[in-house]
Antibody, heavy 118, light 107 residues
């Protein structure tokens, strides 16, 4: 069974940092692209970052230079280092896997809540 | 950045009725358009990928169509469990983007 379990969320002050983790199981982690997507309370979905099987990374302008995605295939783990956090970064953060061939996230974790206080 | 505009924002229908949800892209995304369903407190669930392909385990009452800039998600006969928020998403250009969502509610 495919499982993605996020952790590391919590309350942080504006300007602070947080590192999210996503533990994967039930599939060959190294063969999949991995993504982070966030959702503010009551709002829509926003792409945060992605990392390919070769380690190539992608970010939207809203987080570029502040967030860093990485993966550790030996530990079946995905990470998101978030620096210079602002109140606008408050959201549930989901990790998701995407088959290389389709590029479409097909399984998502249940998310971890990040709250940035002013 | 490609902007996806979904319509309507809210759709009120009864079980058994047909639902038609639209998604329009600000520029062509070819057929690189996906649809997700999200229920309260849950993660998004992939329904349709690449415009018209049902994801694994998705019932046949869900279908997708379109190419270029105009796309449609159709639910042929609504079941009680189908009432949720639906998002379209493009993977044609980075950054991937989502539409703002259509809330499908019980009439």
């Amino acid at each position: 069974e495919v499982q993605l379990v996020e952790s590391g969320g919590g309350l942080v002050q504006a300007g602070g940092s947080l590192r999210l983790s996503c533990a994967a199981s039930g599939f060959t982690f190294s063969s999949y692209d991995m993504h982070w997507v966030r959702q503010a309370r009551g709002k829509g979905l926003e792409w945060v970052s992605a990392i390919g099987t070769a380690g190539d990374t992608y970010y939207p302008g809203s987080v570029k230079g502040r967030f860093t995605i990485s993966r550790e295939n030996a530990k079946n783990s995905l990470y998101l280092q978030m620096n210079s956090l602002g109140v606008g970064d408050t959201a549930v953060y989901y990790c998701a896997r995407a088959p290389r061939a389709s590029g479409t996230p097909d399984y998502w974790g249940q998310g971890t809540l990040v709250t940035v206080s002013s | 950045e490609i902007v996806l505009t979904q319509s309507p924002a809210t759709l009120s229908l009864s079980p058994g009725e047909r639902a038609t949800l639209s998604c329009r892209a600000s520029q062509s995304v070819s057929t690189y358009l996906n649809w997700y369903q999200q229920k309260p407190g849950q993660a998004p669930r992939l329904l349709i990928y690449d415009a018209s392909n049902r994801a694994s385990g998705i019932p046949a009452r869900f279908s997708g169509s379109g190419s270029g800039t105009d796309f449609t998600l159709t639910i042929s006969s609504l079941e009680p469990e189908d009432f949720a928020v639906y998002y379209c998403q493009q993977r044609s250009n980075w950054p991937y983007t989502f539409g703002q969502g259509t809330k499908l509610e019980i009439k």
